[in-house]
């Protein structure tokens, strides 16, 4: 059965630097989405993509991150100088898109640790 | 202000006894709801979901959910608990069409002894 795939597993990284995460959503899926999950907190929105540009954001989604989908296989979110704040449980997620049937699927995370 | 709340933040049962964990959601008309359960170190699981054909939805792994639109709740029930249960059970909420973001309730721990 296809699956989302993320890699790395856990990146840790020192506050300041920049990150990039990386994800191959399911082949045939045309909507890709980042989440995070801050330790103990829910899972929270970040943004959505889809025909090579943001299709919504939330708020958390500030000037500081930035997605791409670089090839026609991966997507990625990149935080460019991390915060403390900016650890959690990172989620990629991809859907066909198709009515209401549409069901996103996840990826296992990346843990980031920012020191 | 439409929200999603899950009512327990733990349940705790005995293996081979009921589970039900319970969802409600605030909106002025009917969003698409979905339960995902996350096992330790784990991703997210989709579980089931409610697409309108049907208001009693099966799932994965014995589990169910009912949509009750006067009541704007899709709690969770499985008939008999299992060891391999324990997780982390999140209701989810689509206000808008597909593509757009997912909200999740807060989650509910569910442990289950022997």
């Known amino acids: 059965e296809p699956e989302v795939t993320q890699t790395p597993s856990h990146q840790v990284t020192q506050m300041g630097q920049e990150v990039i995460l990386r994800c191959v959503p399911i082949s045939n899926h045309l909507y890709f989405y980042w989440y995070r999950q801050i330790l103990g907190q829910k899972v929270e929105f970040l943004v959505s993509?889809?025909?090579?540009?943001?299709?919504?954001k939330s708020e958390i989604f500030d000037d500081q991150f930035s997605v791409e989908r670089p090839d026609g296989s991966n997507f990625t979110l990149k935080i460019r100088s991390t915060k403390l704040e900016d650890s959690a449980m990172y989620f990629c997620a991809s859907s066909s898109g198709q009515g209401d049937t549409d069901t996103q699927y996840f990826g296992p995370g990346t843990r980031l640790t920012v020191l | 202000a439409q929200s999603v709340t899950q009512l327990d933040s733990h349940v705790s049962v005995s293996e081979g006894t009921p589970v039900l964990l319970r969802c409600n959601y605030s909106?002025?008309?009917?969003?698409?709801l979905f339960w995902y359960v996350q096992h330790p170190n784990k991703g997210l699981q989709l579980l089931l979901k409610?697409?309108?054909?049907?208001?009693l939805v099966k799932g994965i792994n014995g589990f169910e959910a009912e949509f009750k639109k006067s009541e704007t709740s899709f709690h969770l029930t499985k008939p008999s608990a299992h060891m391999s249960d324990a997780a982390e059970y999140f209701c989810v909420v689509r206000w808008n069409q597909a593509g757009t973001a997912l909200i999740f309730g807060k989650g509910t721990t569910l442990s289950v002894s022997s």
């Open positions: 909106s002025s008309y009917s969003p698409s």
């Open positions: 409610y697409t309108s054909a049907a208001t």
């Open positions: 993509f889809y025909n090579n540009e943001i299709s919504e």
